[in-house]
């Protein structure tokens, strides 16, 4: 079976209105595979404006939200908050809310839990750092991180897992294509055997860390990489090419 591929745009903590405006009207005009779907992610304050005038077949995600739907909690927003303005998706476990913000696997399994029953669709991360890579832990590192989420998702439909192996994100170092297929296999064959077959073949992992232009087009080959999630990259013109890796336009 063939899974829809996924292209995903992380702006991080960056852009403002006049640079958003001008990504966007930019997406808008872009000629983009219509066999991959797009979901661009601005900062919290920044959604609505891109919400409102993105071209209506690229969806809007936020990079995370809370555990709770309100109460006192300072600084923080709700699934129910970002599904009320009309966004579908969120990014929920990405390695700097881990490392920077100490979010634990257990707190993102809440997280995800919490969000998938809000309605919105979870692009759910997970992904090594460079010592645990360097002592052969990477598989362990991941099941860790996947068994947090997949202990907190009883419906797959709306989950999408982002393998972004820590050394590999804002560095310029991107995994080879077999390094990122193997571990793409490997996450398969988890869900395979601890979540169901079903849910293995039609969970879509994507890949992130240092995707670009140049180097998009030969990782979408792998057959275990379904999409990408784009951090620098997102904000520039090459985003279009990224979206396009797998399409002959
Ligand atoms: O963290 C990422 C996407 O979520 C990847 O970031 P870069 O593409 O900048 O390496």
């Known amino acids: 079976m063939s899974r829809k591929f996924i292209?995903?745009?992380?702006?991080?903590?960056?852009?403002?209105?006049?640079?958003?405006?001008?990504?966007?009207e930019d997406l808008n005009k872009g000629n983009l595979d219509s066999n991959v779907e797009i979901v661009v992610s601005p900062p919290f304050v920044y959604?609505?404006?891109v919400r409102q005038s993105i071209r209506k077949d690229i969806a809007v995600a936020g990079q995370?939200?809370?555990?709770?739907s309100s109460g006192a909690y300072t600084g923080e927003v709700a699934a129910e908050m970002l599904k009320d303005i009309g966004i579908e998706w969120v990014i929920?476990?990405?390695?700097?809310?881990?490392?920077i913000f100490k979010e634990t696997d257990e707190e993102i399994g809440q997280k995800v839990a919490h969000a998938l029953k809000a309605g919105l669709k979870v692009i759910a991360c997970i992904g090594e750092k460079l010592d645990e890579r360097v002592n052969n832990k990477t598989n362990e590192v991941v099941e860790r991180q996947l068994k947090a989420i997949a202990d907190s998702v009883s419906d797959w439909t709306n989950v999408?897992?982002?393998?972004?192996?820590?050394?590999?994100i804002g560095t310029?170092?991107?995994?080879?294509?077999?390094?990122a297929q193997e571990v793409h296999k490997h996450i398969r064959e988890w869900l395979h055997k601890n979540v169901s077959p079903n849910v293995a073949e039609k969970t879509r992992i994507m890949y992130g860390g240092s995707v670009n232009g140049g180097n998009a087009a030969t990782l979408s080959k792998?057959?275990?990489?379904?999409?990408?999630?784009?951090?620098?990259?997102?904000?520039?013109?090459?985003?279009?090419?990224?979206?396009?890796?797998?399409?002959?336009?």
């Open 7 to 24: 292209v995903g745009g992380n702006f991080k903590l960056n852009g403002s209105n006049e640079f958003l405006t001008k990504l966007v």
């Open 47 to 49: 959604l609505d404006k």
């Open 64 to 68: 995370n939200c809370y555990l709770k």
């Open 92 to 99: 929920l476990g990405h390695s700097e809310r881990r490392e």
């Open 160 to 168: 999408v897992i982002a393998y972004e192996p820590v050394w590999a």
């Open 172 to 179: 310029g170092k991107v995994a080879t294509p077999q390094q």
């Open 222 to 249: 792998e057959p275990d990489v379904d999409g990408f999630l784009v951090g620098g990259a997102s904000l520039k013109p090459e985003f279009v090419t990224i979206c396009n890796a797998r399409a002959n336009l």
